[in-house]
Nanobody, 125 residues
Framework: QVQVTESGGGVVQAGGSLRLSCVSS????????MAWFRQAPGKEREFVAA????????SYGDSVKGRFTISRDNDKKMVYLEMNTLKPEDTAVYYC??????????????????WGQGTQVTVSS
């Protein structure tokens, strides 16, 4: 059983920045595709960003391209989401997800077997 735990959420003004962190307990972390998704109240879950096993490939949802950056540190089993130029529409619960031994799974949510409990991000206008 893999546990992923997010942290770093909070309240920020529009135009500000936040950095989310995710730690995984997975023994195969170095081979795992990782991603961030988000869900706002009354809306469907949305793909935010994904990263390959070695960080060499990333992909982003259209709404965050150019503003968010995903990265990982395999030595620490950590994944990060740097969020800049935040907008009120970025308000959501952000979830970290792990796809064991998949190397890279992109935006395909069903590929991610393990999900964290989420961390709330609120952007005020």
């Amino acid at each position: 059983q893999v546990q992923v735990t997010e942290s770093g959420g909070g309240v920020v003004q529009a135009g500000g920045s936040l950095r989310l962190s995710c730690v995984s307990s997975g023994e195969t972390f170095n081979d795992d595709g990782m991603a961030w998704f988000r869900q706002a109240p009354g809306k469907e879950r949305e793909f935010v960003a994904a990263i390959s096993w070695n960080g060499g490939y990333t992909s982003y949802g259209d709404s965050v391209k150019g503003r968010f950056t995903i990265s990982r540190d395999n030595d620490k089993k950590m994944v990060y989401l740097e969020m800049n130029t935040l907008k009120p529409e970025d308000t959501a619960v952000y979830y970290c997800a792990a796809a064991p031994r998949t190397y890279f799974s992109g935006s395909y949510a069903r590929a991610y077997e393990y999900w964290g409990q989420g961390t709330q991000v609120t952007v005020s206008s």
